[in-house]
C-alpha cells in the first residue's frame, strides 16, 4: 500500500469504523463494538507505523486531493516527523483507551454509541495531526469540539456531564471560531492557505501589520483548546465524561491540539515580543493556577485535571521563549506527559470501578487490595513528580535548562526560573499526596465493595504506558531519540540545536532545581497533609479567582440579562413583524442599488408592451391584492388567488422563455398550495365582533403593510428590470453555451449548470433543504393547537351544510365512501405521475426538467394519495420512508462527488460518454445524472416528509375535536 493510501486511511477509517459501530444494536455486547473499535484503532497505529521510513530526518509525505485549487483549497494532508509522532500518541494511545473501556464501561450504557463517539474523535484529531492545509485544519479542529462534546455528555442523564459538556463546547467553540478568522488572515498575509507556504512565509507574517490580530486569534483557539489561562476553567469540569473518555482527551487528543498547534506554527509565528508576552503570560500563570489548585483537590479525576492544566501550561511557558531548545523540550515533555498521563487516568478509573468512588477523603490503604495497580500508578505518578529515571525527569530538567537562561528583557523571563521551581515543588506534592493518601494508611471504611484487582486486560493498557515511562527514564537516547529526533527536525528544520537526552548531565543548576523542587514538594506535604485533606479549592481568598464563576457570571449576564432585554425590546411573538422587517429591508436594498450604484431603469414606452402580457400580469396583481384581502375573510379563498398570482408567475416565465423555471414554478405552486391547505386549520381563528378603536387600529396597520409591500414589490420590479436592461457583456453566458454540451454533457445549459458546473452549490442547497425539512418535522411533532384555536363557527356550518347535503347512510358508512370516483381516479394517476416523474428525470439533461422537478412531480403523486385516502391509509400502503430518501440523497450526491477523487479529479468533476444500449442505440450518459439522482430522492423526502407532519398533526386535531365513537374505541 502507498504512502498516499496509508495518509487517507489515517484519517478516513476511524469515520468509517465511527459509522459501523453506530450500526450496531444498542444491545450488542461490549465485545462486538469494543474489539471492531480496537481493531480499527490498531490497524490506524499500523499505517502510520509504516510511514515511519518516509518522515526520518526531516522527510515530509504528502497526499494532495484537488478540492477547489482555483482559490487553493485542497484536501492536503502532509504528514512530517511531528506529526507522525502524534499520529502515533493519537492512534497507539487511542487503542489502548479502546481495550480499557472494553471493561470500564457497563453492559447496561449504549456501548456502541460510546465507541462510535470515540472513533469519530479519533479520526478528527488524526485530521487535524496531518492537516496540510490551514482551513481543513480549522474543520477538524472543530470537529474535535463536536465530538468531545458527545463524549463528554455521554452519560447524559447526569446534569454534571450536560453542563460540563455545554461549557467545553462553548469556551471551544468560540475559540475555534477566533481560529478560523486567524487562520484566514494567517492564509491572506502568506497568499495560500497550504501549510508548508504558511511555514515558508514566516518573516513576511511577522513583519506584516494584520500579524498581531492573526496572533490573538489563533493564541485565543489554541489557549481555549489546551485549557490555558484564563480559559482553563472548562478542563475539571470535563470530569463528569466517563474515565476511558478523561484519558484520551488528557493524554493525546483534544487539549494537546492547542499545544500541536502552537508548534506547529512555531517557525511562523515565534520569535518576537508579542508572542513572547502573550503565550509566556498565559503559559507561566497556568503552571503555576494549575498546581496550585490540584493540591487541594479531593477527587482523583480532579487532582488529574488540574495537573493536566500545569503541564501543558509548562509546555506553553517552553513555547513562548522563541528558543529552539525550548521548542525540543516542549516536545519531548508532550510525548512524556502523554504516556504517564494517560496511565493515571486508567489507573483512577480501575480505582473507582473498584471501590465505587474517587473522592480521597474515603480513599487509604489500598495497596493491600490493589498491588500491582498501586505500583504502576505511583511509578506514574513519580513520573509526573519528576522523579529520577523517569521520563518526566528528563523534560523537567529540559524545562529548568531552559527557564534559568536569558530570553528576553522582561519580569517574565526574570521570575521564570523562581516560578518553575515552585510549580515542580506543587507536582511534587500533589503526586505525593495522590501516592501517600489512596494507597498508604488504614484500610479505607463505608465502601460499597471490597476492592481487588481488576481484570488482567483492563489494566494491561497501564502496564504498557507505565514501561514506556520507565524505559524512556532509563535509556532515552535508544528508545525515544530517533523519534524525538525526526519530530524536532521537522519543526525547526535549519534551526534545530545540538541537544542531549543523557540521564546525567552534572552537578548543575537544573539538578539543584530539581533538587530543591523535590524537597520542598515533599516538606509541602508534609506540613499541609491535615489541611489538605479537609480543604477544597484551596484558601477562601482563592476560590473568588476560579475562572469557572467568571465564565458563569458572563453567561448569566449574556445569555440571561441581555437576551432578556433584547427580547423585551426587539423580540415579537407575531410573524407580522418580523415580516414586516424583512420587507422593509427589501426596500432599502432597492433604493441603495437604484440611486447608490447608478443603476436607472428604462422604463419601456406604452407603446413596446404586448397587451396580452399586460392583461396577464394586470390578471396576477389582482390575484396578489384579492389575497391579501380575502385573508381577512376567507382564508380559503385567500389561497386560491395565491394560487393564481403563482400561475401568472408561471406564465411569465413562459413567456420569457424559460421553461425550467415555468415547470419548477407550476410544480412548486401546486405542492405548496396542498401543504398551506393542510395547515391552515391551524391559524387562531378570527373575532367577529371587534371593538371599533381596534378596528380601527387594525385598518391603519393593512393599509401601511399595503402600502409598505407595494413599494418593496415596485423596487425589487425596478431594480430586476434594470439589471436585464444594462448591457454587459455576453462572456459569462457564451462560456457556459459553448461549454454546457463539450464539457456536461448536456444540451439544457440551465440544468447542467446546476448539475455540473455549480454542482456545489446545489450540494449546499440540497443539504440545506434536508435541514429544513427535518426542522419542520421535528418543530410540528412538538406542535399542539390550543383549543380556542378552532374557527368552530364556520366548521359547524360547513359540517352542517355536508349533513343537510349528503343521504342517509349506514351504520358504518364513512365520509370517504362518497369521494370513491375521485379516488378510483387518483389512485389511476398515481403511476402516470410518477411515469411523468422519470420521464422529467431523464430528459432533464437535455430538456426541460431535471431531478428537483422529477422529485416534485414525485412528491405530488404522494400528496395526492394522502388527500384522498388519507394519512392512515397512504401509511399503510405506500410505506414511504422520508428519511431514508432523504438520507439516501444527500449520500448519493456526496458519492458522486467523491467518486471523481478515484480518478485524481477534483470534488464533483463530472464526465459523459454514449453507451450503446441495445435496441436503442448510443444514449448519452453522464455522472452528473447520479449527482441529479440524488437531489430527486432528497426533495422527494423532504417535501413528504413535511407533508406527513401536517397530515397527522391535521388528524390529530380533528380527532381531538370529535366525541370517541364506540366503533373507534
Given at each position: 500500500m502507498t504512502a498516499d493510501l496509508l495518509l487517507a486511511l489515517l484519517v478516513v477509517l476511524p469515520f468509517c469504523g465511527s459509522v459501523v459501530v453506530s450500526f450496531l444494536p444498542h444491545g450488542a455486547s461490549r465485545g462486538l463494538s469494543s474489539w471492531f473499535s480496537a481493531a480499527v484503532a490498531l490497524i490506524c497505529f499500523a499505517a502510520a507505523l509504516f510511514l515511519y521510513p518516509g518522515v526520518q530526518d526531516g522527510g515530509v509525505l504528502r497526499n494532495e486531493i484537488a478540492w477547489l485549487p482555483e482559490f487553493g483549497l485542497n484536501l492536503t494532508l502532509r504528514m512530517d516527523g511531528f506529526a507522525w509522532m502524534f499520529s502515533m500518541l493519537v492512534t497507539g494511545i487511542g487503542f489502548l483507551v479502546v481495550v480499557y473501556a472494553r471493561y470500564y464501561m457497563s453492559e447496561e450504557d449504549p456501548v456502541p454509541r460510546f465507541f462510535a463517539f470515540l472513533l469519530a474523535f479519533m479520526g478528527s484529531m488524526q485530521g487535524i495531526v496531518v492537516s496540510g492545509n490551514i482551513i481543513l485544519l480549522a474543520v477538524f479542529w472543530e470537529l474535535t469540539s463536536i465530538f468531545s462534546f458527545l463524549l463528554i455528555s455521554y452519560w447524559h442523564h447526569n446534569a454534571a456531564a450536560r453542563d460540563g459538556a455545554r461549557m467545553a463546547l462553548t469556551v471551544t467553540g468560540i475559540g475555534g471560531f477566533c481560529l478560523f478568522l486567524g487562520l484566514l488572515l494567517i492564509g491572506n498575509i502568506a497568499g495560500s492557505y497550504d501549510l508548508d507556504a504558511v511555514l515558508a512565509a514566516g518573516d513576511a507574517i511577522r513583519g506584516h501589520a494584520l500579524y498581531l490580530p492573526a496572533l490573538v486569534l489563533v493564541l485565543i483557539g489554541a489557549l481555549t483548546k489546551s485549557a490555558q489561562f484564563p480559559f482553563h476553567f472548562w478542563l475539571p469540569n470535563a470530569m463528569a465524561a466517563p474515565t476511558p473518555v478523561s484519558a484520551y482527551l488528557h493524554s493525546a487528543t483534544m487539549v494537546k491540539a492547542g499545544v500541536f498547534l502552537l508548534v506547529r506554527l512555531w517557525p511562523a509565528l515565534s520569535g518576537t515580543y508579542e508572542w513572547f508576552f502573550l503565550v509566556g503570560l498565559a503559559g507561566i500563570a497556568t503552571l503555576l493556577i494549575g498546581a496550585y489548585f490540584a493540591m487541594f483537590q479531593q477527587d482523583l479525576k480532579g487532582l488529574l485535571a488540574y495537573s493536566t492544566i500545569s503541564h501543558l501550561g509548562l509546555i506553553v511557558t517552553l513555547l513562548s521563549l522563541g528558543s529552539p531548545l525550548g521548542a525540543v523540550a516542549a516536545i519531548f515533555h508532550m510525548l512524556n506527559h502523554a504516556t504517564f498521563k494517560a496511565s493515571l487516568f486508567m489507573a483512577a478509573g480501575i480505582i473507582d470501578h473498584e471501590t465505587g468512588t474517587r473522592d480521597m477523603r474515603r480513599l487509604s490503604g489500598l495497596f493491600r487490595f490493589l498491588p500491582v495497580t498501586a505500583t504502576l500508578a505511583m511509578v506514574a505518578s513519580a513520573a509526573m513528580a519528576g522523579v529520577p529515571l523517569l521520563n518526566g525527569f528528563l523534560s523537567k530538567e529540559m524545562f529548568f535548562a531552559q527557564a534559568v537562561e536569558t530570553h528576553a528583557d522582561s519580569i517574565l523571563d526574570r521570575i521564570l526560573p523562581y516560578v518553575a521551581t515552585l510549580a515542580a515543588a506543587f507536582s511534587v506534592a500533589y503526586s505525593l499526596r495522590f501516592i501517600h493518601t489512596v494507597f498508604f494508611g488504614p484500610p479505607p471504611r463505608d465502601l460499597d465493595r471490597v476492592p481487588h484487582e481488576p481484570p488482567r486486560w483492563m489494566r494491561f493498557p497501564v502496564e504498557c504506558l507505565v514501561l514506556i515511562c520507565l524505559v524512556v527514564g532509563i535509556v532515552p537516547g535508544l528508545s525515544v531519540g530517533p523519534v524525538l529526533h525526526s519530530a524536532v527536525v521537522s519543526v525547526l528544520g535549519d534551526r534545530t540545536p545540538d541537544y542531549s537526552l543523557a540521564v546525567w548531565h552534572g552537578f548543575n543548576a537544573p539538578l539543584i532545581m530539581s533538587i530543591i523542587a523535590l524537597a520542598g514538594g515533599v516538606a509541602i506535604y508534609a506540613v499541609l497533609r491535615d489541611y489538605f485533606a479537609r480543604c477544597e479549592d484551596g484558601p477562601p481568598v482563592f476560590r473568588h479567582l476560579r475562572g469557572q464563576r467568571i465564565f458563569e457570571r458572563i453567561l448569566v449576564t449574556v445569555s440571561w440579562k441581555w437576551a432578556r432585554w433584547l427580547e423585551a425590546n426587539l423580540g415579537t411573538r407575531n410573524m407580522q413583524p418580523q415580516l414586516r422587517l424583512v420587507v422593509a429591508a427589501g426596500l432599502i436594498a432597492a433604493v441603495v442599488s437604484l440611486y447608490g450604484t447608478g443603476l436607472s431603469p428604462e422604463l419601456p414606452r406604452l407603446a413596446e408592451v404586448d397587451p396580452v402580457f399586460a392583461v396577464l400580469w394586470l390578471a396576477g396583481m389582482a390575484c396578489a391584492v384579492g389575497a391579501a384581502h380575502q385573508a381577512k375573510y376567507h382564508r380559503l379563498a385567500a389561497l386560491v388567488l395565491l394560487g393564481g398570482a403563482g400561475l401568472v408567475t408561471c406564465l411569465t416565465f413562459v413567456w420569457l422563455s424559460a421553461p425550467d423555471l415555468a415547470i419548477t414554478q407550476l410544480l412548486v405552486e401546486i405542492v405548496t398550495t396542498v401543504l398551506i391547505l393542510l395547515g391552515l386549520r391551524w391559524l387562531p381563528k378570527r373575532s367577529e365582533k371587534v371593538d371599533e378603536s381596534i378596528a380601527f387600529t387594525a385598518r391603519l396597520r393593512r393599509f401601511r403593510d399595503l402600502v409598505l409591500a407595494i413599494a418593496c414589490g415596485v423596487g425589487m420590479f425596478l431594480i430586476a428590470y434594470a439589471v436585464m436592461k444594462t448591457p454587459v457583456p455576453d462572456a459569462i453566458a457564451r462560456y457556459f453555451l459553448e461549454r454546457a454540451y463539450t464539457e456536461g454533457g448536456g444540451r439544457n445549459v440551465v440544468n447542467v449548470i446546476l448539475v455540473d458546473f455549480r454542482s456545489f452549490d446545489t450540494l449546499g442547497e440540497?443539504?440545506?433543504?434536508?435541514?429544513?425539512?427535518?426542522?419542520?418535522?421535528?418543530?410540528?411533532?412538538?406542535?399542539?393547537?390550543?383549543?380556542?384555536?378552532?374557527?368552530?363557527?364556520?366548521?359547524?356550518?360547513?359540517?352542517?351544510?355536508?349533513?343537510?347535503?349528503?343521504?342517509?347512510?349506514?351504520?358504518?358508512?364513512?365520509?370517504?365512501?362518497?369521494?370513491?370516483?375521485?379516488?378510483?381516479?387518483?389512485?389511476?394517476?398515481?403511476?402516470?405521475?410518477?411515469?411523468?416523474?422519470?420521464?422529467?428525470?431523464?430528459?432533464g439533461h437535455d430538456l426541460p426538467g431535471g431531478g428537483f422537478a422529477a422529485g416534485v412531480a414525485m412528491a405530488i403523486s404522494f400528496l395526492l394519495q394522502y388527500l384522498v385516502g388519507g394519512a392512515r391509509w397512504a401509511e399503510d400502503r405506500l410505506r414511504i420512508l422520508p428519511l431514508r430518501w432523504m438520507g439516501m440523497g444527500l449520500l448519493t450526491a456526496v458519492a458522486t462527488g467523491v467518486g471523481s477523487f478515484v480518478f485524481g479529479h477534483p470534488f464533483l468533476t463530472s464526465s459523459f460518454t454514449y453507451v450503446d444500449v441495445p435496441a436503442i442505440g448510443k444514449v448519452p450518459a453522464a455522472t452528473a445524472l447520479l449527482f441529479d439522482l440524488g437531489v430527486f430522492a432528497l426533495v422527494v423526502g423532504a417535501t413528504v416528509l413535511i407533508l406527513i407532519a401536517l397530515a397527522h398533526q391535521s388528524i390529530r386535531t380533528h380527532r381531538a375535536r370529535q366525541p370517541v365513537r364506540q366503533e373507534d374505541a
Open positions: 440540497i443539504a440545506v433543504v434536508a435541514v429544513v425539512a427535518v426542522t419542520v418535522f421535528a418543530l410540528l411533532r412538538r406542535f399542539r393547537p390550543a383549543a380556542d384555536s378552532i374557527d368552530k363557527p364556520e366548521q359547524q356550518r360547513a359540517q352542517n351544510a355536508f349533513d343537510d347535503a349528503r343521504p342517509e347512510r349506514s351504520e358504518g358508512e364513512t365520509i370517504r365512501d362518497y369521494m370513491m370516483v375521485p379516488s378510483v381516479i387518483m389512485q389511476w394517476l398515481f403511476p402516470v405521475i410518477i411515469t411523468f416523474s422519470v420521464y422529467l428525470f431523464m430528459r
